[in-house]
């Protein structure tokens, strides 16, 4: 799993971004991501570790999270 921390979130829309430790580009997480790790309201700054896959279309999308 890689470090990162919540660059945003908006729970009216459903999904945000992680920004991963190492520098490289942020990631994409829906909501539905965080529920089924039976986290809840997410803020901008909250240190976690994510894995993640790509899209149909070849983006990057967190597949799974958990606070640190």
Known sequence: MINGTVKNFDPIKGYGFIL????????????ETADKAGIAGLTAGQR?????????????????????
């Open 20 to 31: 991963p430790s190492d520098g490289s580009l942020a990631v994409f997480f829906h909501s």
């Open 48 to 68: 976690l570790k994510f894995s993640f896959e790509f899209d149909i279309q070849g983006r990057r999308s967190v597949a799974s999270l958990e606070l640190v």
